[in-house]
């Protein structure tokens, strides 16, 4: 869990990871988290898909429209660890991009009047 200040707003924002991998990359059901850190050996892979999303959000008073997606720039697998579905475990690094506009746009991309901070 991390917490963002952003001028008048305050963000509490979670990263949830999830894998679906191919039947010869999983393995026997373990017990680690997907996205947990733990301790031991692991390496870095490549990005093959990307399925980052914006999520938006609105103040009940309609004041300010915030939009967030997290930006992966790192994967890393750890070795010989499994969830509870059998699916290898990954680490993913990156930060949250968050958007913040006084009024709402029809753009995922470009808000009208807004400030932007990647954190």
Do not use: H
Request: hydrophobic content about 35%; aromatic content about 12%.
């Amino acid at each position: 869990m991390q917490e963002f200040e952003f001028g008048p707003l305050n963000f509490q924002l979670d990263k949830v990871t999830t894998v679906s991998a191919p039947e010869e990359l999983k393995g026997t059901p373990g017990v680690f988290e997907q996205g947990s850190v733990c301790s031991g050996p692991r390496w870095e892979c490549q990005i093959q898909l990307r399925d980052e999303r914006w999520n938006e959000y609105s103040l009940a008073d309609g004041t300010y429209f915030a939009k967030i997606i997290f930006v992966a720039n790192k994967v890393f697998r750890r070795a010989s660890a499994y969830d509870r579905f059998g699916q290898p475990v990954y680490l993913v690094e990156g930060k949250p991009l968050i958007k913040v506009s006084d009024k709402r746009s029809d753009s995922l991309f470009e808000p009208l009047s807004s400030t932007e901070i990647a954190v």
